[in-house]
């Protein structure tokens, strides 16, 4: 069974469903592909993987969504940060540099559509990197601005003494749907459909 899952989804999702998996088929193997949603969706149109866990909203009619919980993602900075700790309106991030994900990923896109629409300049960028397990010590190290999921600040990113960047009229959190994709056209096995079955139950109890 071959599962692409965005990282958002990996350290509180997939270790249950992956477990009830194991206990109730054993001689299952899945070949876990972790990585940026935009990556996973390719590779899921060209046959390269099963389903995909990560977010929805595409709009994509090569792919079937199941939708089973919701997400959001805001501004961080590191607690020494002359942001933190304060309500910011936006104006005051055009004097600060950011850490953020590649242009063609769909968190990005929003984030620079959001200054746009609100007649600011796009962020300006100083490091951009495609990896989630890396942000948080970067961000921390380099003082950079930087745009997380909320599930991933409160499980990793505290450690390295992140804070989420409270704005006025709150402008810069994205609401995403969460859940499932697979192929229109793919066939499902057994054991995909069981594993599918799990991850929703998982999945439910996602704040």
């Given at each position: 069974?071959?599962?692409?899952?965005?990282?958002?989804?990996?350290?509180?999702?997939?270790?249950?469903?992956?477990?009830?998996?194991?206990?109730?088929?054993?001689?299952v193997v899945i070949?876990?592909?972790?990585?940026?949603?935009?990556?996973?969706?390719?590779?899921?149109?060209?046959?390269?993987?099963?389903?995909?866990?990560?977010?929805?909203?595409?709009?994509?009619?090569?792919?079937?969504?199941?939708?089973v919980s919701g997400?959001?993602?805001?501004?961080?900075?590191?607690?020494?940060?002359?942001?933190?700790?304060?309500?910011?309106?936006?104006?005051?991030?055009?004097?600060?540099?950011?850490?953020?994900?590649?242009?063609?990923?769909?968190?990005?896109?929003?984030?620079?559509?959001?200054?746009?629409?609100?007649?600011?300049?796009?962020?300006?960028?100083?490091?951009?990197?495609?990896?989630?397990?890396?942000?948080?010590?970067?961000?921390?190290?380099?003082?950079?601005?930087?745009?997380?999921?909320?599930?991933?600040?409160?499980?990793?990113?505290?450690?390295?003494?992140?804070?989420?960047?409270?704005?006025?009229?709150?402008?810069?959190?994205l609401r995403r749907?969460?859940?499932?994709?697979?192929?229109?056209?793919?066939?499902?096995?057994?054991?995909?459909?069981?594993?599918?079955?799990?991850?929703?139950?998982?999945?439910?109890?996602?704040?």
């Amino acid at each position: 069974m071959r599962v692409g899952a965005a990282a958002t989804s990996v350290d509180y999702l997939l270790p249950a469903a992956c477990s009830a998996l194991q206990r109730e088929a054993p001689a299952v193997v899945i070949e876990l592909q972790i990585g940026m949603n935009d990556v996973l969706r390719e590779q899921l149109r060209r046959g390269q993987l099963d389903i995909v866990v990560g977010p929805l909203g595409e709009g994509d009619e090569e792919l079937l969504e199941r939708e089973v919980s919701g997400d959001e993602v805001v501004v961080v900075a590191h607690r020494d940060h002359l942001l933190a700790g304060h309500l910011v309106p936006l104006a005051e991030f055009s004097a600060h540099r950011w850490l953020l994900s590649p242009p063609t990923v769909t968190t990005r896109q929003w984030l620079d559509a959001a200054f746009t629409r609100c007649g600011y300049p796009v962020p300006a960028v100083a490091i951009v990197t495609n990896s989630i397990a890396a942000a948080p010590l970067l961000i921390a190290e380099t003082g950079l601005l930087s745009f997380v999921s909320r599930h991933n600040l409160m499980t990793f990113g505290r450690a390295y003494g992140l804070l989420e960047v409270q704005l006025h009229g709150d402008p810069l959190t994205l609401r995403r749907r969460f859940g499932i994709l697979h192929r229109v056209d793919a066939y499902l096995s057994p054991a995909t459909l069981n594993f599918m079955k799990l991850l929703s139950g998982s999945l439910q109890t996602f704040p």
